[in-house]
């Protein structure tokens, strides 16, 4: 899925395979299908250095900054504690089209959904379910929510975001817009890798399988923290175990 990118050329399965053993560690052996893979942690802690001093560096300046999710269930509270530390730094954190309706083709067909931000984070939810409780808001890997929010932010005149946080089509569909945009990457969905040297997603980190995001002895969400706060991690603090994480697919 190209999730809101226009790439340069055509990659082909050999190419996208060896793009993200590459850049994540998975396997090159395109017979690999089913069972266990790997991702490599040296290189998503590389990765994760250049997304937290990227945040660092727009709170060093107070930036304008948009966060965005199509994983709300299990995303909302990482790309929130980033809001909430953002905005401490004095960032402003944009919240434009709440509230509009955004069409999404699925594989059900057509469908339409609400825009809404919760703790600064913008998500989508089907109508109807904004305030029942039950669900956090919708998966999506649609670039179409990215692309009503800056549209419509745009045309109001107001702030434009200095960089994008999100994932899937949140950051593509910005980056693709030519906003800077970073954020977090399955590692079966190479689409922000792709887009990585065109510059339209330069900081993509894979902390998320098909199932959904690795869980280490340290938040993510809490490491890029301490980075936008100027305070590297103590000595002696655990982080993410120093061998292969698996992966469990399904």
Not at 93 to 108: E, K, S, W
Not at 121 to 135: I, K, M, N, Q, Y
Not at 236 to 241: E, I, Q, R, W, Y
Request: net charge negative; with cysteine; hydrophobic share 40%.
């Amino acid at each position: 899925m190209l999730i809101g990118l226009d790439p340069e050329w055509t990659w082909g399965q050999r190419d996208l395979i060896g793009l993200m053993a590459d850049k994540c560690g998975v396997s090159a052996d395109p017979t690999h299908i089913s069972g266990h893979d790997v991702i490599d942690p040296e290189r998503t802690l590389a990765a994760l250095d250049a997304f937290a001093d990227r945040i660092g560096a727009v709170a060093q300046r107070s930036g304008a900054v948009l966060l965005g999710t199509g994983h709300p269930h299990r995303l909302l509270e990482f790309y929130a504690s980033l809001a909430d530390a953002l905005s401490a730094a004095g960032c402003a954190v944009l919240t434009p089209a709440q509230g509009h309706c955004v069409d999404i083709t699925t594989r059900f067909g057509l469908r339409t959904y609400n825009l809404d931000y919760v703790q600064g984070v913008a998500l989508v939810r089907e109508p109807g379910l904004e305030h029942s409780g039950r669900e956090p808001g919708a998966h999506t890997h649609s670039p179409l929510p990215v692309r009503t929010v800056l549209g419509a932010a745009a045309e109001a005149g107001g702030a434009l975001p200095e960089l994008v946080i999100g994932d899937h089509g949140w950051v593509c569909g910005a980056g693709q817009l030519g906003f800077e945009a970073i954020g977090l990457a399955d590692t079966d969905d190479p689409a922000l890798f792709v887009g990585r040297p065109r510059g339209r997603c330069p900081w993509p980190f894979h902390l998320m399988t098909p199932c959904g995001p690795i869980t280490t002895v340290r938040s993510p969400a809490t490491y890029s923290i301490e980075r936008v706060c100027h305070s590297r991690p103590p000595m002696g603090a655990p982080l993410p175990h120093s061998h292969h994480t698996p992966l469990h697919w399904e």
